[in-house]
């Protein structure tokens, strides 16, 4: 395993761009499978997560191809609708390839999926989903079986807004027959993103980023180019790289528009922000002030900057609170956080951090990867020689997140564990 050595203290400066949207890219590479074609999809990040469900796509059938932040998928000739296992566990998003081999299959056996070793994250929406269109549904053996053929409209009620189950659920309905309505759906970007695609390739859906979403199924869909958005988690926890160590980013290829609850509570915090276009320019005084956050689902604070938010309100003057109400655990950032001499204490699923003037160096362990991205920023700008473990977690979601930031000045290397 790799591991990262940061030196802290370094102040950054230069432009830091932003990759494709790994949230966005998932479900868009899933989609391919519904298109009897050739799909190009461009500016797609360069991340293990990207390459294991491509590596799933090969194992139905499809050919599918990555070069320069670009990928080709041809899914004409599927010869699988079983996702197995050992991929599977590796990464929960391959649940994806659930409703596009159900909807155009009729059939689908996909195991329950893996991924970061936190918080209760069940398959039931996604289930409850397929079962809307008239899916016949089971559990087995660690696997989902689903047979339907072909699919009927529904309207469908979320119990809670689940990004994933939404995108599933949109991209099965894309090919069943009459309307399909999901209430509550998710309005994350990420889901509009899927959306964009499938409406290209000839799909017919709107309402896509509000809570009622409408599709009228069609026939068939086409082989299209589609480019992926910007990734708005990536953006924002460079804004908070500037933010903790006390410089001047550019942070270029962002969508502001996307970053609203993450650039407001910044800027509550003290941090100076200028949009310029498809550019942020991120710039904060010496210390910055404590304020509350609370994490909800988009167009409220994303809890995948939860992390990143209590690296930076460590070093803030006076007391934060940082509630999490999307996952209640999903907290195993802090104790490692404390080892660099971070004053937080958590309660159920609320933060108290009393901003301390110094984090110091150590040896910590990530842990998921947002946490892993905490551990960097607060690295950033600790005393001394920070060791960073199982960095692999970061290479999940972050594309050359190490190269980025030496470029900016940032002493940071990647290592073998010895």
Request: aromatic share 6%; glycine share 8%.
């Amino acid at each position: 395993m790799d591991r990262f050595v940061v030196t802290g203290g370094a102040p950054l400066r230069g432009t830091l761009p932003v990759s494709g949207s790994k949230n966005a890219a998932l479900p868009i590479l899933a989609a391919a499978l519904l298109v009897e074609g050739r799909s190009e999809i461009r500016n797609v990040p360069d991340l293990k997560d990207v390459h294991t469900l491509l590596t799933v796509l090969r194992t139905l059938g499809a050919q599918a191809r990555f070069e320069n932040n670009t990928v080709w998928v041809d899914a004409t000739n599927i010869t699988s609708t079983v996702a197995p296992y050992e991929l599977v566990k590796t990464m929960r998003a391959s649940i994806y390839v659930l409703g596009p081999l159900l909807a155009r299959f009729g059939e689908a056996k996909v195991s329950l999926p893996g991924g970061c070793a936190w918080g209760p994250r069940p398959v039931d929406l996604h289930i409850k989903a397929m079962e809307a269109l008239g899916a016949e549904v089971t559990v087995e053996h660690g696997y989902i079986l689903a047979h339907g053929r072909p699919l009927k409209g529904g309207t469908f009620f979320s119990e809670v807004s689940s990004v994933g189950a939404t995108g599933n659920l949109m991209m099965a309905a894309v090919l069943a027959e009459g309307r399909t309505v999901i209430e509550n759906a998710a309005r994350e970007p990420d889901i509009e993103g899927l959306a964009e695609f499938l409406v290209k390739c000839g799909a017919r859906i709107t309402g896509h980023g509000t809570s009622r979403v409408e599709i009228e199924g069609v026939s068939k869909l086409s082989e299209q180019t589609f480019a992926v958005m910007p990734d708005r988690i990536e953006a924002a926890t460079f804004l908070a790289a500037g933010a903790v160590t006390g410089s001047t980013l550019k942070i270029t290829g962002a969508r502001a528009d996307h970053m609203r609850a993450v650039m407001n509570k910044m800027e509550e915090a003290g941090v100076h922000l200028m949009v310029q276009g498809d550019d942020i320019v991120v710039s904060s005084p010496n210390r910055l002030n404590a304020i509350s956050v609370t994490t909800a689902p988009y167009p409220g604070f994303p809890t995948d900057m939860q992390a990143q938010m209590i690296a930076v309100l460590s070093l803030a003057h006076g007391q934060s609170t940082v509630t999490d109400t999307v996952y209640f655990d999903r907290w195993t950032h802090v104790p490692e956080l404390q080892r660099m001499g971070a004053d937080v204490r958590v309660d159920r699923n609320v933060a108290v951090i009393r901003g301390v003037r110094k984090l110091t160096g150590a040896q910590v362990m990530a842990t998921d990867l947002r946490a892993s991205a905490a551990l960097i920023l607060a690295a950033l700008w600790a005393d001394g020689e920070s060791v960073i473990s199982r960095v692999y977690h970061v290479d999940r979601g972050y594309e050359s997140i190490e190269k980025k930031l030496q470029a900016v000045g940032a002493q940071i290397r990647r290592e073998r564990e010895p």
